[in-house]
């Protein structure tokens, strides 16, 4: 686990630093709360933030919430420092700790840090038959390919997978293949040199160097070009990678786990994906079913996500109403958990009742009957298309990722047809949560 400690935690941050070592813990400076943002926004592997609670604690956790950045919090102060660690619990911060640190109570907050970012939470059959199967085959060594549609979870199972492995006590680097530009995957991935191309100012380890000895997850590596692919392959095979600009080859020692939602076998029919890569990569295959065919699973997480945002907004903890739960199972989830997420997330902004009905989970209504007139007759193509994208999200409150996973179509895609419809005049709802 990388922990970023921001402030002096009146001069405790040596004494703290080498406790989280001793519990397996990476450890990152920063003197301000705006240095530690510009950390977060390098991309930075951070999981865990321990914040001086001198620093304004409430405006560094809504400088994360703003800019998205997903990161535990938790504050550290003297004992007499009650009134801030209320601010700050207040302000979001999970914990408090107080100084100087106990070893026990960091050791349990880490502990409790990474069940709360890896926690894969179930109740169907299936779900329960991938989990062991991933659980037998994670201490190999071998490379993993997760497949699956957008949302169904690939990314935790990926997790899972490393928590469980002989490198479970090494780093675990995630990259999004589909949300890097193609011109810059590569220096992503296998890093540059000072002076390789305009703008590099100095040397940058790739996302490969930085996992070595651990785990990369290649996340959507179907989006991956076909130029990108021959270097992967290479990496793979020789356990070596050149950086941009490099003079000779870096050995790296990194066990590779991808995720596709897309059908691998049939790009590699249409020339868009390396069959050389494809067999490297596909030695475990582990498919994730959607939501819609894990139903034991809907319930279990929905009451997951009602919990978590209830403690996260500060509401008082409500059930499902039965009317909700037969709605919610008769749904089809074309989002998966994403959408189950999102739409839990909502219901709890929006319940004002001693439960959470059906108004307030606002799930699409079904398909008009027979008896309804058709309301595509005489529309354009490109008109049905932006008012499908539109009205997706709307459903998503703004969130991008999430409608994009339910079009069926990259974030990449979404972005750019948003970006045309506000040229062309028309209104796209606000990126209010993703």
Not at 349 to 360: K, Q, W
């Amino acid at each position: 686990m990388e922990i970023l400690i921001v402030g002096t935690l009146n001069g405790q941050i040596g004494a703290a630093s080498k406790i989280a070592i001793s519990q397996g813990g990476q450890v990152l400076l920063a003197d301000s709360a705006e240095k530690a943002l510009e950390i977060l926004r390098s991309g930075k592997t951070v999981e865990l933030v321990m914040i001086d609670v001198k620093l304004d604690v409430a405006k560094f956790i809504s400088s994360l919430e703003q800019e998205r950045i997903n990161v535990l919090v938790v504050a550290c102060g003297v004992a007499n420092d009650t009134s801030l660690a209320v601010k700050a619990i207040k302000a979001g911060a999970k914990e408090y700790i107080p100084l100087p640190p106990d070893p026990e109570l960091i050791g349990a907050v880490l502990a409790a840090a990474t069940r709360e970012n890896h926690a894969l939470i179930y109740g169907d059959k299936k779900t329960e038959t991938i989990l062991k199967m991933a659980k037998q085959i994670a201490p190999s060594e071998a490379s993993v390919l997760l497949t699956g549609s957008s949302g169904t979870g690939k990314e935790i199972f990926s997790r899972f997978l490393h928590d469980n492995s002989k490198r479970a006590n090494k780093k675990f680097v995630a990259v999004n293949c589909a949300a890097i530009p193609e011109t810059l995957l590569e220096s992503e991935l296998f890093g540059y040199e000072k002076g390789a191309f305009t703008g590099a100012v100095s040397r940058r380890i790739g996302k490969f160097e930085e996992a070595s000895d651990g785990t990369l997850l290649l996340d959507e590596i179907s989006e991956m070009d076909i130029g990108i692919q021959a270097k992967l392959l290479r990496a793979i095979q020789e356990k070596e990678i050149d950086r941009i600009g490099g003079k000779s080859p870096i050995k790296v020692n990194t066990r590779i786990i991808a995720t596709s939602n897309r059908n691998l076998a049939e790009a590699v029919e249409k020339g868009t994906f390396r069959q050389d890569l494809y067999y490297r990569l596909n030695v475990i295959n582990l498919n994730i079913p959607d939501l819609k065919d894990r139903p034991g699973d809907i319930i279990v997480l929905a009451k997951h996500f009602i919990k978590k945002f209830s403690e996260l907004n500060d509401l008082p903890m409500k059930d499902l109403s039965p009317q909700a739960e037969q709605a919610m199972l008769a749904y089809s989830w074309p989002g998966n958990v994403r959408e189950l997420e999102n739409t839990m997330h909502r219901a709890v902004l929006l319940s004002g009742g001693e439960e959470i009905d059906t108004a307030s989970i606002m799930l699409p209504t079904s398909e008009p009957s027979a008896s309804e007139e058709p309301t595509s007759v005489g529309q354009t193509v490109a008109g049905m298309e932006r008012k499908l994208i539109i009205d997706t999200l709307k459903h998503t409150l703004g969130n991008r990722t999430t409608a994009a996973n339910i079009l069926g179509i990259s974030i990449r895609t979404l972005r750019n047809k948003l970006k045309q419809y506000q040229e062309e005049g028309f209104d796209v709802p606000p990126a209010t949560l993703g």
